[in-house]
Nanobody
Framework: QVQLVESGGGLVQAGGSLRLSCAVT????????MGWYRQAPGKGRELVAD???????LYDDSVKGRFTISRDNAKNTMHLEMNNLKSEDTAVYYC????????????????WGQGTQVTVSS
């Protein structure tokens, strides 16, 4: 019953901005770490940014200073503000969440969203 729904992807010109959102439902016992990953054609899935339940962020060097990750624990949502987009940012972006499936801290399952396409034209 857990679902991750992404939104905000689209087509944007180089130098433009885009805001991605991820909404989680069915997380009855809370969410631990969350993050954004991306996958370009012919490449593996790579980390863009992640954020702890306490709000501590970590960014890949390729997006540091341009992207900002945030979350709202009361709403079970996560966002990625992307500024100064480059053509190399073009990829499918995925939301990832570590979700507690039992009322204890050790029982965690990883869930993924379906992905949203981001295309940056040069």
């Amino acid at each position: 019953q857990v679902q991750l729904v992404e939104s905000g992807g689209g087509l944007v010109q180089a130098g433009g901005s885009l805001r991605l959102s991820c909404a989680v439902t069915g997380a009855d016992f809370g969410i631990s770490n969350m993050g954004w990953y991306r996958q370009a054609p012919g490449k593996g899935r790579e980390l863009v940014a992640d954020i702890t339940s306490g709000g501590d962020p970590l960014y890949d060097d390729s997006v540091k200073g341009r992207f900002t990750i945030s979350r709202d624990n009361a709403k079970n949502t996560m966002h990625l503000e992307m500024n100064n987009l480059k053509s190399e940012d073009t990829a499918v972006y995925y939301c990832k969440a570590e979700i507690r499936v039992r009322p204890n801290r050790e029982a965690i399952r990883i869930y993924w969203g379906q992905g949203t396409q981001v295309t940056v034209s040069s």
